[in-house]
């Protein structure tokens, strides 16, 4: 890869994180009208917006590696859905530092999961992105 591929990565993980988080507003609101319409949204939140990132994370970051492994033929799709996903968990890891457990919310299983999903779909997208259909003899 390229020095500009990885600088493409680290913006492709920040915008990422960002339509992660901004997803999860509606599927927030959406469930607390719903389901808990008595609840405040700040504890609705806390519970649902983790599922959503979960949910929709892996989705998102399938259609990146997807793309961004589409537009460049010479480039190589592996190592740029790997590039961003590395940035990715750096941009995570900076993220929650400000909190007080913050940095043992990166140590659960939960994120671990949710991480292997956002890589396996990630690498899978690079993967799907590559093949292209038999040519008819």
């Known amino acids: 890869m390229k020095p500009i591929d990885y ?5 492709t993980a920040l915008l990422l994180l960002i339509l992660n988080v901004a997803i999860s507003f509606p599927v927030v609101g959406v469930w607390r009208a719903l389901f808990e319409p008595q609840t405040p949204p700040q504890e609705v939140a806390l519970r649902i917006a983790p599922w959503s990132s979960h949910l929709v994370g892996p989705v998102l970051f399938f259609a990146a590696a997807w793309l961004l492994a589409r537009r460049r033929s010479e480039r190589n ?4 859905a790997g590039a ?6 750096l941009l995570e ?16 299983l ?6 292997a999903a956002k890589v396996a779909a990630a690498l899978l ?10 040519q008819a003899v």
């Open 77 to 80: 799709g592996l190592a740029m």
């Open 110 to 115: 939960t994120f671990a999961l949710a991480m």
């Open 125 to 134: 997208g690079a993967v799907l992105a590559r093949r292209r259909p038999a």
């Open 84 to 89: 961003v996903c590395a940035f990715y968990v």
């Open 93 to 108: 890891a900076a993220s929650v530092t400000g909190y007080p457990d913050g940095p043992a919310m990166l140590l659960t």
């Open 7 to 11: 600088l493409k990565a680290a913006g």
